[in-house]
């Protein structure tokens, strides 16, 4: 670090106060502004500049790009390894390199036009005292006219792409990974307030804003264009996100869920004037060729796995059958697509660009090709599809197309999906769903990691076998001991039954003996009288009288 607060003069650079040395911003793991997309924006600031103002750390293919467009050209980089590069570089050019914080430098000629297409986290020095986005801001504003052309980059904090994408397995540690500052809350939260701010108007940047492949208007760019680009090339992750990406679209709108905005003023007059102009959408296709876009209202790609979601055959089946009629149609027009590339224009299916890419011979295979990678988005996303019996990519695949009475096989699909990605490859595209790594090409230290993982799952599996087998003995127990207790339980119920039912009985028979024996002792003890028997005997023979006189 520079101690001095004076303006001093090497060689080949000039340093101001808050100069870093020991790392570098261009060589970082944060990439710089590239790509053709950044390209045309800068080109158009610079052209005819008198003075042109590049803050923060380019690309070196971008500078290259850009100067010779204006007379002269003053880069400010905040560490010496970056200024002495840059100054190595044009040393023959009309270029001057300033090392240090940008807010310790004043030109001694105000900038006609800023490119600050790497924004404010990188102009300033670590150890000097916080400065926040709108402080930085008004500073670069006195650096420059009133009437100033400029381009500035405002990355978007909140946008869910740019998180998913910056999710890492631990923090970095390193000085070169340091930007600042790290939260701000003076940053534009949108980018009407960004536009507002700067006095001019946007454009917002897919899929990233270090190298976006589209920047457009927020009138232009549709839920389709940001399905198109919503995934980098060397992200693969990121493609299986597509359908959490449309859901962010519905709910945030196109704006908010951008990676950043690019606030642009001033270029209107410039580009009108000249061949290269810039209209509201302004794009690049998957090789990294300029092509035309349309902006297409919807995905068709999205609303095909909502109704796979909701499990509509009927609406599934409607929109391969609409798909297969465009094709037929028009072969040429979508045979250099791939199936996020499509969109709904007022219900009618629509190329979101032109392609010149071959991908197919005829109008069936170019049909099985986008239905292919349809079925991989389901698949690999893990979302239903109406056919329980569609079992993987390939026979999810001829199921779709038996909705269009089309007969394939398996190893059709095999085919068709092999000479697309080839001629993806040729043309440097990489298909939607790469091909998985075959084992013997699989990372080792992975590998061991998913057997650890499938080790501690089969004894997590285990233990609870074992428990479950635990349970199991307890519960035949407590049923042997219940069957137990309740067979004791009858056997007394039943003794008690018998002695109960022994004394109900040995009393009545007490009371029927009583009972007959009455006569018998009414007899004896009549006996005993003096002339009873005889009485009786009188008595016996004056009721036969009787009897025999009533029967007469």
Known sequence: MNDIDTVSKSDAYEIVSGDMYDWSDLTSADPCPRGPVLSRFAVATARDAAHLLVVGPHDLELLDAVLGHAARTTVVLRTHTDAKLVSERYADRSVDVVCG?????????????????????????????????????????????????????????????????????????????????????????????????????????????????????????????????????????????????????????????????????????????????IGSILGVDRSGNATSWNAADRSWLVEAMRDSARRDASGLRSRVRRLRDAVDGDPERWRGLQVDEIGLDADRLVPVHDSAVRLGASADEILLGLLDELAAFICVAGWRHPWPAGRGRDELTVLLAATVDTVVTP????????????????????????????????????????????????????????????????????????????????????????????????????????????????????GRLPGARRAARLLRRALGALRRAVRR
């Open 101 to 277: 914080d940008l807010r310790s430098w004043t030109p001694d000629q105000p900038a006609d036009a800023v490119l600050a297409l790497d924004g404010f986290g990188r102009v300033s020095s670590i150890d000097a005292a916080p400065a926040d986005w709108h402080t930085i801001s008004v500073h670069l504003a006195r650096l420059a006219t009133r009437d100033s052309r400029l381009a500035v980059v405002v990355p978007n904090p909140g946008s869910p792409l740019e998180q998913l994408r910056a999710v890492a397995s631990e923090a970095s540690n390193e000085d070169a990974d340091w930007s600042f500052p790290i939260h701000d809350r003076a940053h534009p939260r949108s980018l009407v307030d960004a536009s507002a701010r700067l006095g001019g108007h946007g454009y917002t940047l897919w899929p990233d804003v270090a190298a976006p492949t589209l920047a457009a208007v927020p009138d232009a760019c549709s839920a389709a264009l940001a399905i198109a680009h919503g995934r980098p090339a060397d992200t693969a992750t990121l493609r299986e996100l597509q359908p959490a990406l449309a859901q962010t679209l519905d709910t945030l709108g196109v704006t908010a869920a951008a990676g950043g905005w690019l606030v642009t003023r001033g270029l209107e007059g410039v580009t009108a004037r000249s061949a290269d102009t």
């Open 411 to 526: 190893a059709d699909v095999r085919r068709v999906r092999e000479r697309r990605e080839s001629a993806l490859s040729s043309n440097g595209m990489t298909p939607v769903f790469a091909r998985r790594t075959s084992p013997a090409e699989a990372d080792t230290s992975e590998l061991r990691k998913l057997m650890d993982e499938n080790e501690a799952l089969r004894g997590q599996v285990t233990w609870f076998k074992q428990q479950m087998r635990q349970r199991q003995t307890m519960t035949h127990e407590v049923r042997t001991a219940a069957r137990r207790d309740v067979a004791a339980l009858n056997g007394r119920i039943k003794e008690l039954e018998d002695q109960l039912s022994a004394q109900q009985t040995t009393s009545i028979s007490r009371v029927a003996k009583r009972a007959s024996s009455v006569p018998s002792r009414a007899r004896a003890r009549l």
